[in-house]
């Protein structure tokens, strides 16, 4: 009998980050979808890992221990991902929670920026969007949706929440080799997210890798639920020049986003090694 193809997914967030489905309702709408592989990749929290791995036990669904690390890197903020880490890591968790202490204050301030510009309660907004859970952009997204200032979460990010607008705050996130080094503690394989969203010209991004892979950064997301087809075929002829496993994860952030749907990913290019094909890959 010929193998059944296995089912990646290994970028998405729930409700302990930016998403919105809780850990457990993640991993079960995951299964439903056929994904047999899902990487839970909060935003710069580990804080769901233990309820889905509990629900990916019951349903027969391996759930890999990933995290989603912001960095700041030559005044970017890029999005670094740790996969099959253990949370149990004092580093890793000492790490992310200074992150998340930067998340506290960045959210008071995006508040008090969009209150001087004529917005007030947004910060109250997001923080109850957020139900105790780390800040980010995307609660004051949805609030500012929900109280009419923006037809959608994309409208609010372009009008109030990118540099230059009056949400903005600056990144001041982890550094590169700080990230790489907490992930490689953890004992989890870094991976460089979406790195086609970023405004970098081609030879900036090749100049990142080389320092990536320098600080121990082993692969990065050729098929992402945010890259077009030509940035499938960009970054797969990357992945391949620079000698990096490949990636691929939906970024799903729940059912609101309709165009990003868990575990509908198209298989890898040829010659792009699958990063669950590393020697350190969990359970291998
Ligand atoms: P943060 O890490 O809190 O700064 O927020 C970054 C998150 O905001 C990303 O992971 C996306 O989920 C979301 N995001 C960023 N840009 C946009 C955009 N243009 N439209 C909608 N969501 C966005
Ligand atoms: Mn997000
Ligand atoms: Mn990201
Ligand atoms: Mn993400």
Redesign the pocket.
């Known amino acids: 009998m010929g193998r059944m193809s296995v089912h990646y997914d290994l970028h998405s967030h729930s409700l302990a980050s930016?998403g919105t489905l809780g850990p457990a309702e993640l991993v079960a709408a995951a299964h439903a979808s056929g994904v047999d592989v899902l990487a839970l990749t909060d935003?710069d929290t580990t804080a769901g890992l233990a309820e889905a791995t509990q629900c990916a036990r019951q349903l027969g669904l391996q759930l890999v221990a990933g995290v989603e690390i912001?960095v700041s890197w030559q005044s970017q903020t890029l999005h670094v991902l740790g996969l099959g880490i253990d949370t149990a890591c004092a580093e890793l968790e000492a790490g992310l929670s200074g992150l998340r202490e930067f998340r506290d204050w960045r959210a008071g301030e995006i508040g008090r920026r969009l209150a001087r510009a004529g917005i007030p309660g947004c910060y109250e907004g997001a923080r109850k969007l957020a139900s105790g859970n780390v800040v980010?952009?995307?609660h004051f997204?949805h609030h500012l949706v929900a109280e009419g200032h923006a037809r959608s979460?994309?409208d609010v990010?372009?009008r109030f929440l990118v540099n230059n607008k009056p949400g903005y705050v600056t990144g001041n996130w982890a550094s590169l080799e700080d990230a790489l080094n907490w992930i490689t503690r953890a004992g989890g394989l870094a991976v460089l997210a979406h790195p086609a969203r970023y405004r970098m010209s081609a030879s900036k991004l090749r100049r990142f890798l080389e320092e990536f892979r320098e600080g121990g950064g082993v692969g990065m997301e050729v098929i992402s639920g945010s890259h077009t087809r030509d940035n499938v075929i960009a970054m797969a002829a990357l992945c391949r020049n620079q000698n990096m496993l490949a990636s691929c994860g939906s970024d799903y952030?729940g059912p609101e986003n309709p165009w990003i749907r868990l575990g509908q990913l198209p298989a890898l290019p040829t010659g792009c090694p699958p990063v669950w094909e590393s020697d350190s890959w969990p359970g291998a």
Request: aromatic share 8%; hydrophobic share 15%; charged share 35%.
């Open positions: 930016d935003h912001s980010g952009r995307t997204a979460t994309r990010f372009k952030h």
